[in-house]
């Protein structure tokens, strides 16, 4: 397969990063991983959201376990006197509502005789 003009033909020039042992061993791992689905920018949504809320509950079980701040006792504490405040607030305009009409009158007028 000579040329007839008896010139020797150039070969390619050799790629050094593919002749390279080690790239050539990251480039096959690269193709495997990606078959197999195992790149964490190639996971599908659903398992980037289950992972998400794992590491949430997670994260909370770890909060739940770790004992309160006086900070965070006292803002409970003011939390369960306002909701208590307003399930009696609740509770009264229920009987407002269900006091007949004359009685809210009268009781109207004897705050305007006593100011």
């Known amino acids: 397969m000579e040329n007839p003009d008896h010139l020797i033909r150039p070969k390619k020039p050799s790629n050094p990063v593919l002749e390279s042992p080690s790239h050539r061993v990251l480039h096959r791992e690269l193709r ?31 909060e739940a376990l770790r004992p309160l701040t006086d900070l965070e006792q006292e803002l409970s504490k003011r ?16 009987d407002l509502k269900n006091v007949p009409e004359f009685v809210r009158v009268k009781d109207n007028l004897r705050r305007v005789r006593a100011s």
């Open 32 to 62: 495997v991983s990606h078959r197999w689905g195992l790149l964490p920018a190639e996971k599908c949504e659903l398992q980037r959201v289950m992972e998400h809320r794992r590491v949430e509950q997670q994260r909370e079980r770890e």
């Open 79 to 94: 939390r369960q006197r306002l909701l208590a405040y307003e399930l009696e607030e609740q509770k009264r305009q229920e």
